[in-house]
């Protein structure tokens, strides 16, 4: 799937690179790390300034969450 945006707004870039990072997810998702200490299953993946929190199941992948890289990740779970 391709994400096409016309004239996007610099606010809305950071938004739109997750959104892009998530659907690329479908072609490799096993490219975030597992973290097994927070929730069995649940693999990261870091976007700039941000933590993609996800689970690969047979049928899709889940995101959990999306989270500050700043936050601490340890208190979420």
Do not use: N, Q, W
Request: net charge positive; aromatic share 10%; hydrophobic share 40%.
């Amino acid at each position: 799937m391709a994400l096409y945006c016309i004239g996007l707004h610099s606010k809305c870039r950071p938004i739109h690179g997750l959104y892009e990072k998530c659907f690329s997810l479908c072609d490799t998702p096993e490219i975030g790390r597992e973290r097994p200490e927070l929730l069995p299953g649940i693999r990261c993946l870091p976007v700039k300034r941000y933590l993609v929190f996800y689970r690969v199941t047979e049928e899709a992948i889940e995101v959990a969450r999306i989270v500050s890289g700043y936050r601490d990740i340890a208190s979420l779970f």
